[in-house]
């Protein structure tokens, strides 16, 4: 009888180890964790305690977790200001997109060139410039001697798409300001070629029209380093008006006599 008791306390007191082990696994794991990986893993338990409960949509929860200390911007790459845009809430495009587009081509870039926004084939495939305008901007860039795979990276403005194509609003832009600059601190290009008037007022802090600012360069200032600009017109704006190329071929022009 006295040993079938010491039994069941062994047995309590292993379960009691058990999940005391287990709690401190959890909790050193979560101490650990960015405010990033804690908001996947609370979307995560979202979604399974949706599927548990067949279905039933709970309205979208604002997670408010912080980092403790602030991480280190050495530690900052490509990647995971990447991983950072495609879980970002910071505004409220976030609500409708499909994926973020938060940029691509190589490292230490001859050019950047920055767009507005994604569109619709862009929230689909969470990539920049890869519609018919997309297309177009390939071509442009070819005929200067350019290229996403070889010596360009191309991001934009605002990472995840304005709803029915309207333009970011400027509290948008304010928003995903931080991911560009942070993009642009790392990349280190030594030109950036802005696409489109929405893009070039929002870089260049003015309400100019195009017409005005294309066709010269201006330097811009980001984490201390002086980088040549120059704006054109963008690839949907050119496939909606001729008029247009004419201008823009003379602006890649101008970009290409710089190196
Ligand atoms: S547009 Fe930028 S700030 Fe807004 S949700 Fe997307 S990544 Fe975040």
Not at 104 to 124: A, H, M, N, S
Not at 219 to 225: C, D, F, L, Q
Request: hydrophobic share 40%.
């Amino acid at each position: 009888m006295i040993s079938k008791h010491c039994r069941l306390q062994k047995a309590q007191f292993g379960k009691l180890a058990f999940f005391y082990l287990l709690f401190v696994i959890f909790y050193l794991l979560f101490t650990l964790m960015t405010a990033i990986d804690k908001q996947k893993i609370a979307i995560l338990l979202d979604i399974a305690s949706e599927r548990l409960s067949s279905g039933y949509h709970t309205a979208e929860k604002e997670y408010l977790f912080t980092d403790d200390e602030p991480k280190e911007r050495t530690a900052d790459t490509i990647e995971q200001i990447a991983q950072e845009i495609k879980v970002c809430r910071n505004c409220p495009l976030w609500e409708k997109r499909t994926n973020a587009a938060p940029g691509e081509g190589v490292l230490q870039p001859l050019v950047l060139v920055i767009g507005e926004g994604p569109g619709e084939d862009e929230d689909r495939q969470g990539r920049p410039f890869v519609g018919r305008a997309g297309q177009l901007l390939d071509k442009m860039l070819d005929s200067i001697g350019l290229s996403r795979k070889t010596n360009c990276f191309i991001a934009n403005v605002v990472k995840c798409r304005p709803p029915f194509n309207r333009n970011p609003y400027p509290e948008e832009t304010a928003a995903c300001a931080n991911y560009l600059e942070r993009q642009i601190a790392l990349l280190k290009p030594k030109f950036i070629l802005v696409m489109g008037v929405i893009a070039a007022q929002s870089l260049l802090q003015t309400t100019d029209s195009m017409k005005k600012i294309h066709g010269k360069f201006t330097e811009i200032s980001v984490g201390g380093m002086r980088i040549p600009l120059i704006a054109t017109y963008h690839p949907a704006a050119l496939l909606r008006n001729e008029e247009y190329k004419r201008p823009a071929w003379e602006d890649l022009k101008l970009l290409h006599s710089k190196f």
